[in-house]
Nanobody, 117 residues
């Protein structure tokens, strides 16, 4: 079992920045990858960024050049730095961890990001 606690969402004007954090606890030695999804009202959940246990990162085309995923292994925490935010980035952002040989996904509670125009 892995527990994920997110923080850092909020309201920001277009062009602004936010940093999301996701702290993992529990069976963290079995985590293969962590990342962020987002879901806007009326839309499907979208993968935003991932980072593997080896440090390989991947970002969705819609956020490349604006968002950066990183991690602090000592704190068991993954971050999503979001710059140049746009109104279309407004969504609930969910942290996830892919765990074990079957990459079972564990989820955080979600944090709201609202970008005003």
């Amino acid at each position: 079992q892995v527990q994920l606690v997110e923080s850092g969402g909020g309201l920001v004007q277009a062009g602004g920045s936010l940093r999301l954090s996701c702290a993992a606890s529990g069976s963290i030695f079995n985590i293969n990858a962590m990342g962020w999804y987002r879901q806007a009202p009326g839309k499907q959940r979208e993968l935003v960024a991932t980072i593997t246990s080896g440090g390989t990162t991947n970002h969705a085309d819609s956020v490349k050049g604006r968002f950066t995923i990183s991690r602090d292994n000592a704190k068991n925490t993954v971050y999503l730095q979001m710059n140049s935010l746009k109104p279309e980035d407004t969504a609930v952002y969910y942290c996830y961890a892919a765990v074990g040989p079957y990459n079972i996904h564990y989820w955080g509670q979600g944090t709201q990001v609202t970008v005003s125009s």
